[in-house]
């Protein structure tokens, strides 16, 4: 078994899912102990955050951070899973939305908003994943969620016909679904929408330039040490031998005024000993690591 605890950044190919690239890790890792960090789409492509041992435990806190993504959006045309993997539902020309609309469009989705997740998602209604619900052709009344999008750019408008695509850079905080932003830009704009192609740029710091193809881990089994994969998601703080002590039987330490978010604890020798969060005066343990 490999003992390496670490981050694995992997490009994650079209039409795989999140899950068979775990499974795939799981075999050139040679271990089980393998998770993700964010759910990437069968169709999208792009940065998957994959752990590896003991990293599977930074997952969770690394999947709230703030994502990067490039897509395109198809105005004229809605789909029942808001995107080009589902049916058509509705169709309208999209021929009239100048770009003056399309800005208008975007400013209102940019920004705190109130988002509804697809009818097609792995949101949980009474106990059932949505999309199993909307498999079974049972309506799915999901309720808006607060998310924030820092950023919506256009980088390019092709026009085709009815069909207006738009092509755009967006980072925004976790829970945010493209999909929902192409279905909304649509209704907004009164033409309906869809997402025809999707490609995580970034999740937290780790991004593409840091990402490897499957094939390529294939080769050459690229593993972040965690102490690393820490040190760039999460504010550092190295400690005296008797705080190290302290906090690795899962002890308290007074607060160092890092944020609110978790701070990286680091003995003397830079091993990495646990996440903290600071409450007040005191910085809690999230997360032990030896």
């Known amino acids: 078994m490999n003992s390496v605890s670490g981050l694995v950044i992997v490009d994650k190919p079209a039409d795989w899912t999140s899950h068979d690239v775990v499974g795939r890790l799981r075999r050139l890792a040679r271990t089980r102990r393998v998770g993700h960090a964010g759910t990437l789409d069968p169709m999208a492509t792009g940065v998957l955050v994959i752990g590896v ?10 999947a709230l951070t703030e994502k990067g993504y490039d897509a395109t959006i198809r105005l004229g045309q ?19 939305v100048t770009d003056e609309a399309l800005r208008a469009g975007i400013a209102r989705l940019t920004g705190e908003i109130q988002q509804i997740p697809p009818q097609v998602s792995a949101i949980k209604v009474n106990g059932e994943r949505a999309y199993k619900m909307a498999r079974k052709g049972e309506e799915v009344e999901l309720r808006a969620r607060p998310v924030t999008v820092s950023e919506f750019r256009v980088t390019d408008v092709r026009r085709t016909g009815e069909f207006v695509d738009v092509d755009a850079s967006i980072a925004c905080s976790s829970g945010t ?35 490897r193809t499957v094939d390529q881990l294939a080769e050459r089994m690229e593993i972040l040490p965690i102490a690393e994969a820490v040190t760039a998601a999460f504010p550092r703080r190295d400690v005296t031998e008797d705080d190290a ?33 600071e409450q007040g005066r005191q910085a809690k343990p999230l997360a032990v690591f030896v």
């Open 177 to 211: 679904y493209i999909r929902a932003l192409a279905r909304d830009l649509g209704a907004g704009l009164g033409v309906g929408g869809h997402l025809t192609s999707l490609r995580r740029t970034r999740v937290g710091p780790y991004d593409l330039g840091m990402a």
């Open 78 to 96: 809605a789909t029942n899973t808001d995107d080009a993997e589902g049916e058509v539902t509705a169709t309208a020309s999209a021929a009239h």
């Open 53 to 62: 041992e003991k990293a599977t435990r930074l997952l969770g806190h690394l």
């Open 245 to 277: 002590r302290r906090i690795a039987h899962g002890g308290r330490l007074a607060a160092a005024g890092l944020g609110p978010g978790p701070v990286g604890v680091f003995a003397p020798d830079g091993t990495f000993l646990a996440l903290v969060e």
